[in-house]
């Protein structure tokens, strides 16, 4: 017959203390907000791993967007005076569209969907943008609520014109417009803009 037998073996006392949990990184984009009268310039902040600038601005649970290092001024008047701030709050709803001015961020390919480029217009309080939106293949846009969708869009190859009373007009590879500031969506007649 076996009998078992427990051995106990001395172990040194721990003197270290576990290590602290690992708080959430907080992850920068260098973006430029455009709104009615005042351009933002700076880095917009969002906790966790890097991300793309339309997936932070529409994170549901935040009103507003904290930025640092940032500058305010008229788009539209390069003789105004620059404001420069350590930190600046923007409130969502104050947004007209967000233009990425660093490293942009690439989806991961297990979140990326097939979508189709439709030839676009969008028109906001004092700008108007011609570009690509990119819907589901089968999307009709005349089914889809685009405009009162209420989240941050991107269109690509974009043709911004902002009026004014002193037209400007610009291109951008993309723009992040807010679909709740959005005034008019059209897809114009045809296939390309």
Known sequence: METETEHFVEAPPILEAPP???????????????????????????????????????????????????????????????????????????????????????PDPFEVVRKKPVPSIVVLPGYEATGYLHLMPEADPKLVPIVSDHHFVPFTNVIVTADKGRAQVWREPLLIVNMARALFYGKPTGESI
């Open 20 to 106: 602290e949990p690992e708080t959430p990184r907080s992850t920068g984009v260098l973006v430029e907000i455009v709104m009615d009268s005042f351009r933002v310039r700076g880095e917009l902040f969002a906790p966790g791993v890097p991300r793309r600038l339309v997936d932070i601005l529409n994170v549901n649970d935040m009103t507003y967007y904290t930025m640092n290092s940032g500058t305010l001024d008229d788009p539209l008047n390069p003789e105004a005076e620059t404001k420069a701030f350590d930190v600046i709050q923007l409130d969502r709803s104050g947004i007209l569209f967000a233009i990425p001015r660093g490293e942009v961020h690439k």
